[in-house]
C-alpha cells in the first residue's frame, strides 16, 4: 500500500495561492494515474485535478486557476493553486488511483 502525506495547507485571503505537495513511500514518478480530491463542508468529496500519463484534467471551476504536476526531484505530486476563491475552502486529499491509496489531507481555508 502506497503511503501518501499531503502538505501545504492553509488559511489565505481571495486572490492568494498556495501549493500542496504529496509525497509519496514510492516512486512518484512510477505512480499512476494520481489525482488532487477536495471536500468542502456538507459536500461529497470531488476530483479537482487529475494526472493519467501525460493526459490532464481540471474540473470547470479551477480551471486555469490550479495546476497539477509531478516534482521528480522532491517525488511528490503537487497542486498550485492561484487565485484562490472562497468556494475553494476544503479539505484537499492526494490519491493514487491506480491502487487506491489516500493522503490524510490538508485542510485550505479561503477567507474574503
Known amino acids: 500500500q502506497v503511503q501518501l502525506v499531503e502538505s501545504g495547507g492553509g488559511l489565505v485571503q481571495a486572490g492568494g495561492s498556495l501549493r500542496l505537495s504529496c509525497t509519496a513511500s514510492t516512486n512518484i514518478i512510477a505512480l499512476n494515474p494520481m489525482g488532487w480530491y477536495r471536500q468542502a463542508p456538507g459536500k461529497q468529496r470531488e476530483v479537482v485535478a487529475s494526472?493519467?500519463?501525460?493526459?490532464?484534467r481540471y474540473t470547470d471551476s479551477v480551471k486555469g486557476r490550479f495546476t497539477i504536476s509531478k516534482d521528480r526531484a522532491k517525488n511528490s505530486l503537487n497542486l498550485q493553486m492561484n487565485n484562490l476563491k472562497p468556494e475553494d475552502t476544503g479539505i484537499y486529499y492526494c490519491r493514487y488511483m491506480g491502487g487506491n491509496s489516500w493522503g490524510q489531507g490538508t485542510q485550505v481555508t479561503v477567507f474574503s
Open positions: 494526472m493519467i500519463s501525460s493526459n490532464i
